[in-house]
């Protein structure tokens, strides 16, 4: 883990969960780590607003959250960016199968997504008539166009695509000034509360 995170076990809050082992039958887990400093400063931050953190994640667990409801067939791909790149997420039903942070420019991430698919398609290799194909895919942010990177998709898969919007997951937005962009996360989390 210190080779993964760039830093010492003690400078880092990290939390884990054992996944299905994979098809060779080793151990799997997935490790979410924050630099104890960061959240520091998070829970100082939500402290001066009277606020008691109880949960702190990374964005796109918030926003996976909407892949991953309703026991939907078939793999589910997030694309989360940010002004450095974005975060790529499968799942297979609850469980992330593979997670990867591409740090990038924008003119670069085409070419990014490209190549993190040839990694899923290669990865899911096996039996053609047991394989899980990718049904569902959520791009959230403004890093890349959205059918833009459906058409990658496409092409690389084969997988015809288009990024789910709120209506699709069953959110009603009661104006056009609030972007599903934006509400994506938190709202995600919060439906951990009826699941």
């Not at 887990?29 to 949960?55: C, D, K, N, Q």
């Not at 974005?86 to 609850?94: D, I, L, P, S």
């Not at 990024?163 to 989390?189: K, M, N």
Request: net charge negative; charged share 25%; hydrophobic share 40%.
């Amino acid at each position: 883990m210190e080779r993964g995170f760039g830093t010492t076990l003690d400078d880092l809050s990290i939390s884990r969960e054992r996944l299905p082992a994979d098809p060779q039958g080793k151990d799997r887990y997935l490790v979410v780590a924050t630099p104890t400093a960061v959240l520091r400063e998070y829970e100082s931050a939500l402290h001066s607003l009277g606020w008691r953190a109880g949960l702190i994640v990374p964005r796109h667990l918030g926003e996976g959250q909407w892949l991953t409801q309703n026991g939907s067939r078939g793999d589910a791909l997030l694309l989360s960016s940010s002004e450095k790149g974005f975060t790529a997420v499968v799942f297979r039903g609850k469980q992330p199968l593979i997670v990867r942070t591409v740090a990038c420019d924008p003119s670069e991430c085409e070419d990014e997504l490209f190549r993190l698919l040839l990694f899923y398609r290669d990865r899911r290799g096996g039996d053609p008539e047991q394989v899980v194909p990718l049904a569902r895919m959520l791009i959230v942010g403004n890093l890349m166009s959205k059918d833009r990177a459906g058409e990658i998709v496409t092409e690389t898969l084969g997988a015809n695509l288009r990024s789910l919007d709120a209506a699709d997951l069953g959110l009603q937005l009661v104006t056009r000034e609030l972007s599903f962009d934006a509400i994506a996360a938190p709202a995600g989390l919060a439906t951990l509360s009826w699941q």
